[in-house]
């Protein structure tokens, strides 16, 4: 008998899922080093940007459950619970908690002008996402779950 871990990995839902969330953060990576012109590795495993690397994630795992266990099946129903708190969570919570950093930050450079080691540590910002990111990232996570399905 084969460990669990390893059935769940060849299953078609948990590949699509995974893979989708690679290719968009690649992708936010590279444009960034485009756009720049120069590379950052963290631009490749952040939070936030255009699309949702989550949405498009959580989505394509719900397509994908779709097309393998039917629309009327229990998975389908958890996953897209799932997946509609997450997309949720994201324009949200973490979206507020971007904001805040952001204000956080200014109080910082305004108390603290000449402290250059407080300055350094500045709070990452770009934690959330719009409501249409969220919805880009949703629509090429079922776009891409569609392809996997019929090619």
């Known amino acids: 008998m084969k460990p669990a871990i390893v059935e769940t990995m060849r299953t078609f839902p948990f590949l699509i899922a995974v893979s989708i969330m690679l290719i968009v953060q690649a992708q936010k990576g590279i444009v960034w080093w485009l756009r720049s012109g120069h590379l950052d590795f963290r631009r490749f495993v952040r939070t936030g940007g255009m699309p949702s690397a989550h949405s498009a994630s959580v989505s394509a795992l719900t397509t994908a459950v779709a097309f393998s266990d039917g629309v009327r099946s229990p998975l389908f129903s958890v996953t897209l619970y799932f997946s509609l708190v997450v997309m ?30 407080v300055l350094e540590h500045r709070l990452w910002e770009l934690l959330g996402h ?6 880009i990232g949703a629509v090429v996570g079922v776009a891409y779950a569609l392809v996997w399905y019929h090619v």
């Open 88 to 117: 949720y969570d994201a324009t949200g919570l973490r979206r507020a908690a971007g904001h805040q950093a952001s204000i956080l930050n200014r109080l910082m450079e305004t108390q603290y002008t000449t402290d250059r080691q």
């Open 130 to 135: 719009t409501p249409f990111e969220v919805v």
